[in-house]
């Protein structure tokens, strides 16, 4: 396999997978994060690092927004959103950070790869990439674990800001604004 073959077969894969997910399911969490009165995301591994990215940018559109594992996020509550990212939907962590959330009243949205999952039959809201998870018994990808999934996984939320930044209104100049000046 040379360069240009490897990319593609990503490529391919990754379209493939987004090409299966949910409207409906976008639109119920599109809803819900432009109705919380703020979002936290959960994540473990490479899946808890691309949550990180959906933080800053949903924090770029003037959003309030919070990564569970900071020292620093407060106490989640009632009409708060935590969108928590699983490819397995089975991380302890996870699972256990979204059914706190619940127990308050916050609103969950789950990301996994798959129906069925603990992490899915515990949200409110369950997004569907369905790329092969680390175990997973489908037809398996020719890159490593889960990354399909976490690759998924970032474009799928990149698009949400897109959607988020269209329905807000918000402006390339007006997110940069709120980037970071500490750099």
């Known amino acids: 396999m040379d360069t240009r073959e490897a990319l593609d077969g990503i490529l391919r894969e990754v379209s493939g997978v987004l090409s299966q997910v949910s409207p409906a399911a976008v639109e119920r969490l599109l809803d819900a994060v432009l109705s919380a009165r703020r979002i936290y995301v959960a994540g473990e591994g490479r899946s808890g690092l691309v949550a990180r990215t959906f933080a800053m940018r949903l924090v770029h559109l003037g959003l309030t927004a919070y990564v569970c594992s900071e020292t620093i996020t407060p106490a989640i509550e009632a009409g708060d959103l935590c969108v928590a990212c699983s490819g397995s939907g089975e991380t302890p962590i996870t699972c ?16 996994v790869a798959a129906p069925g999952t603990p992490l899915g039959a515990n949200a409110h809201i369950e997004v569907i990439l369905p790329a092969p998870a680390k175990g997973a018994r489908r037809a ?43 750099e």
């Open 96 to 111: 256990h950070r979204a059914e706190l959330s619940r127990r308050v009243g916050a609103t969950i949205a789950a990301v």
């Open 140 to 182: 398996p990808s020719v890159q490593f674990g889960a990354t399909l999934f976490e690759q998924a996984l970032l474009l799928f939320l990149d698009a949400v800001v897109l959607l988020l930044q269209e329905r807000r209104g918000a402006s390339p100049e007006s997110m940069l604004a709120k980037h970071t000046n500490l």
